[in-house]
């Protein structure tokens, strides 16, 4: 089972049931994977600049930290995801 890197409409983990890495769910789902770690670069390096300048008001602050959090729970479905389907996982 693979945890996908997104969720249902009520908030529940979805699962994805497939020996096949290459099939068209799979695909999408590294395809979104791949987008969620790319946007959450460029998160962390709008977070950075807005932490290192000493005139970000809180709204600012308050934006990118929220913004970082979204990337942080994306990464760490992500990691979960990928740690699950290490061969040889004990389970």
């Not at 099939?23 to 390096?45: H, I, K, Y």
């Not at 950075?48 to 934006?63: M, P, T, Y």
């Amino acid at each position: 089972m693979r945890l996908l890197p997104w969720t249902g409409t009520d908030g529940k983990a979805c699962y994805l049931s497939t020996d096949d890495p290459g099939s068209l769910l799979s695909r999408l789902a590294d395809d979104v994977e791949a987008s969620q770690l790319a946007s959450a670069e460029t998160v962390l390096a709008g977070a950075r600049a807005v932490l290192h300048d000493g005139k970000s008001g809180e709204r600012a602050v308050r934006f990118a930290l929220t913004r970082a959090v979204e990337s942080l729970g994306d990464v760490l479905r992500i990691a979960v995801s990928r740690g699950e389907r290490i061969p040889g996982r004990d389970t």
